[in-house]
């Protein structure tokens, strides 16, 4: 048999999820990696801890120095997948190269996204923050007595604020919604989240957004004007569609692919932060930007290139994030009957549905969560469990025994 | 691959599995000094509840969640023993949100541990398995461990 050529597009999450799954298959078939960022796989949570000097450019690396030769993969690294030709099934480079593949994988992650604002084109010392790039430049631009302003009270501008906690003068967050992290908590457990960060002596403006920029100040829509040294801006994150959605791929918010991660183009894949993933609590299609979900979807696509696998259809929202120490952990969506445990720097909430738990926020216990998620995940119907037994603390001796011993006295899955 | 297998028809609820977990892992040759006054952190923790108690570690996962969700890739397969390299983690506790068992969980210094089986350490083999006095814990290369046959 001819040796295959396997081609993927992004060097993060999804790609090396593409690349282990191919290679528990077909370890002769040709992997080669394109990527336009020039560097190692690394992980792309870890450019906050970077910045707060929690880690350096070793450890942050996603896999060991050795990957690409140890899994037989040629990296064009600092090379841009310009165009993708489905009917000759090539991939056009940057520098004129053309590729040809017999199966494609497009794992281009997310691009920021920056609403239009009036007069930030003034503003000279202003930064996105997703990529290892944007944190060296960030760091370049931060001094002890820097005034910095963020833009986006969410994942990534919180995760900013932190890292940069320890190097900033001072640090004011903005954003339009009333809480925050509006897509990962509820009310209550963003104002408890919400008091910890200040405590750590960052300022949280919320209910309001930037009506006007100029360079080194932010006029705000409630009538304030915000100084500033540094801007950063992480209002959100968009799917990355492009150059697979030129070339004809079938796109709503992100790429759509069926359980095997295929689009609509023969032999080409897409997996990660740049695909629509259909979310089993909520019933709905959305782009899910979190590593795990980008790493799944690309081991299944890499299988299925290879002519194995199993359908992906256990994706939701899934989010552990730690601000200061303070633990937070959720899952799943929040509709239907909660029950709810909130006392000083801790909160629980369970949400149920359907005889199925459909989501849950912890934050400060978070132990032993995963028991939690499998229930969503498994889709476990409660009334075949002593769920009241574990409302407040996680463990298996909800489960019969029956299931027990099938946890834990024989090989697992 | 030998794995561990509990069996809660044999499982006194002494927890000693746990005392032995942690002075494997301690790095001392002193179990006293080792244990001695500390609030023990051990990678296998006993379940119990009116009359019946099991012991649960971390079951090397054939398709380990853990491993595959790891967001700085601390986490790592060595021929099914499912590894944890301390240095690379930084306690963000996706683990804890995707393992199905429950059995990752932070060590002393808040990075997350949990069972190498003892392969990793001086002892070589599971020493919850070797100190149990009731043989509720078993460590076989088999699908359908001796207990549940
Ligand atoms: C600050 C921050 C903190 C985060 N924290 C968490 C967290 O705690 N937990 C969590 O689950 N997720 C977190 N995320 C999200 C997580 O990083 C992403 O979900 C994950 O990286 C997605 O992986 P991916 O492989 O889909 O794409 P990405 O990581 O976005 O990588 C895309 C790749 O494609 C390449 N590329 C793009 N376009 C082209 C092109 N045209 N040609 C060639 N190469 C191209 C890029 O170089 C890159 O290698 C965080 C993100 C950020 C920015
Ligand atoms: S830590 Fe949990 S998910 Fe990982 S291999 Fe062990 S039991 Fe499986
Ligand atoms: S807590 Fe550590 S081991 Fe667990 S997922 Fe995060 S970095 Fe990986």
Same mark, same amino acid.
């Given at each position: 048999?001819? %040796?295959?050529?396997?081609?993927?597009?992004?060097?993060?999450?999804?790609?090396?999820?593409?690349?282990?799954?191919?290679?528990?298959?077909?370890?002769?078939?040709?992997?080669?990696?394109?990527?336009?960022?020039?560097?190692?796989?690394?992980?792309?949570?870890?450019?906050?801890?970077?910045?707060?000097?929690?880690?350096?450019?070793?450890?942050?690396?996603?896999?060991?120095?050795?990957?690409?030769?140890?899994?037989?993969?040629?990296?064009?690294?600092?090379?841009?997948?310009?165009?993708?030709?489905?009917? +000759?099934?090539?991939?056009?480079?940057?520098?004129?190269?053309?590729?040809?593949?017999?199966?494609?994988?497009?794992?281009?992650?997310?691009?920021?996204?920056?609403?239009?604002?009036?007069?930030?084109?003034?503003?000279?010392?202003?930064?996105?923050?997703?990529?290892?790039?944007?944190?060296?430049?960030?760091?370049?631009?931060?001094?002890?007595?820097?005034?910095?302003?963020?833009?986006?009270?969410?994942?990534?501008?919180?995760?900013?604020?932190?890292?940069?906690?320890?190097?900033?003068?001072?640090? %004011?967050?903005?954003?339009?919604?009333?809480?925050?992290?509006?897509?990962?908590?509820?009310?209550?457990?963003?104002?408890?989240? +919400?008091?910890?960060?200040?405590? +750590?002596?960052?300022?949280?403006?919320?209910?309001?957004? #930037?009506?006007?920029?100029?360079?080194?100040? #932010?006029?705000?829509?409630?009538?304030?004007?915000?100084?500033?040294?540094?801007?950063?801006?992480?209002?959100?994150?968009?799917?990355?569609?492009?150059?697979?959605?030129?070339?004809?791929?079938?796109?709503?918010?992100?790429?759509?692919?069926?359980?095997?991660?295929?689009?609509?183009?023969?032999?080409?894949?897409?997996?990660?932060?740049?695909?629509?993933?259909?979310?089993?609590?909520?019933?709905?299609?959305?782009?899910?930007?979190?590593?795990?979900?980008?790493?799944?979807?690309?081991?299944?696509?890499?299988?299925?290139?290879?002519?194995?696998?199993?359908?992906?259809?256990?994706?939701?929202?899934?989010?552990?994030?730690?601000?200061?120490?303070?633990?937070?952990?959720?899952?799943?969506?929040?509709?239907?009957?909660?029950?709810?445990?909130?006392?000083?720097?801790?909160?629980?909430?369970?949400?149920?549905?359907?005889?199925?738990? +459909?989501?849950?926020?912890?934050?400060?216990?978070?132990?032993?969560?995963?028991?939690?998620?499998?229930?969503?995940?498994?889709?476990?119907?409660?009334?075949?469990?002593?769920?009241?037994?574990?409302?407040?603390?996680?463990?298996?001796?909800?489960?019969?025994?029956?299931?027990?011993?099938?946890?834990?006295?024989?090989?697992?899955? | 691959?030998?794995?561990?297998?509990v069996s809660e028809k044999w499982c006194l609820g002494c927890h000693l599995c746990e005392y032995y977990c942690a002075f494997a892992n301690s790095g001392s040759d002193d179990m006293a000094k080792a244990l001695m006054n500390r609030r023990i952190n051990p990678r296998i923790q006993v379940e119990e509840r009116g009359g019946i108690s099991f012991a649960v570690s971390c079951r090397h996962c054939e398709e380990p969640l853990c491993?595959?969700?790891?967001?700085?890739?601390?986490?790592?397969?060595?021929?099914?023993?499912?590894?944890?390299?301390?240095?690379?983690?930084?306690?963000?506790?996706?683990?804890?949100?995707?393992?199905?068992?429950?059995?990752?969980?932070?060590?002393?210094?808040?990075?997350?541990?949990?069972?190498?089986?003892?392969?990793?350490?001086?002892?070589?083999?599971p020493a919850c398995v070797k100190y149990c006095p009731n043989r509720a814990i078993i460590y076989e290369d088999s699908d359908v461990p001796a207990a549940a046959r």
């Open positions: 048999m001819k %040796t295959k050529q396997y081609v993927i597009i992004g060097n993060s999450a999804a790609a090396i999820g593409c690349v282990e799954g191919i290679r528990q298959l077909d370890k002769a078939g040709a992997v080669t990696i394109v990527s336009r960022e020039p560097h190692h796989t690394y992980s792309r949570p870890l450019i906050s801890y970077l910045l707060g000097g929690k880690t350096d450019r070793q450890r942050m690396r996603y896999r060991d120095a050795d990957f690409y030769e140890t899994h037989g993969v040629r990296p064009l690294l600092g090379h841009t997948a310009l165009s993708l030709d489905p009917a +000759q099934k090539t991939v056009a480079l940057d520098d004129g190269q053309v590729l040809p593949y017999d199966k494609l994988l497009v794992a281009t992650g997310s691009v920021p996204f920056v609403p239009p604002m009036e007069g930030l084109d003034l503003v000279s010392k202003k930064f996105t923050f997703l990529s290892l790039d944007d944190a060296d430049a960030l760091a370049d631009a931060v001094t002890a007595d820097s005034r910095v302003l963020i833009v986006g009270a969410g994942l990534i501008g919180l995760k900013c604020a932190e890292g940069l906690s320890g190097r900033a003068g001072s640090l %004011t967050v903005v954003d339009l919604a009333p809480q925050i992290l509006p897509s990962v908590l509820d009310e209550r457990a963003a104002a408890l989240v +919400q008091a910890h960060i200040e405590r +750590q002596g960052v300022r949280l403006l919320l209910s309001v957004s #930037a009506a006007r920029f100029e360079d080194g100040a #932010a006029h705000l829509t409630d009538g304030s004007t915000v100084p500033f040294d540094v801007l950063v801006l992480a209002v959100g994150v968009r799917p990355n569609v492009s150059p697979a959605r030129e070339a004809g791929a079938t796109a709503g918010r992100g790429l759509i692919t069926d359980e095997y991660m295929r689009t609509n183009l023969p032999d080409v894949y897409a997996a990660g932060d740049c695909t629509e993933s259909f979310d089993i609590t909520s019933g709905e299609r959305k782009p899910l930007a979190l590593l795990p979900n980008a790493y799944l979807q690309g081991e299944t696509a890499g299988l299925h290139m290879a002519g194995g696998g199993k359908p992906f259809c256990t994706a939701m929202p899934m989010n552990a994030v730690g601000f200061w120490d303070l633990h937070i952990v959720s899952a799943g969506s929040y509709t239907g009957n909660a029950y709810v445990q909130c006392e000083e720097g801790h909160y629980r909430k369970l949400v149920c549905r359907d005889n199925l738990l +459909q989501g849950f926020i912890l934050i400060g216990d978070v132990l032993r969560a995963g028991i939690y998620t499998a229930l969503i995940r498994d889709r476990v119907p409660l009334d075949t469990i002593d769920f009241e037994l574990i409302k407040d603390k996680p463990g298996l001796i909800a489960f019969s025994r029956r299931d027990r011993q099938k946890k834990l006295g024989v090989k697992p899955a | 691959m030998k794995r561990i297998y491993v595959k969700s790891c967001i700085t890739g601390a986490l790592s397969s060595e021929g099914g023993l499912i590894t944890i390299d301390k240095n690379r983690c930084v306690a963000c506790h996706t683990c804890v949100l995707v393992c199905p068992y429950g059995t990752i969980m932070p060590s002393d210094d808040g990075m997350m541990q949990k069972c190498e089986l003892c392969l990793k350490n001086t002892i070589g083999e």
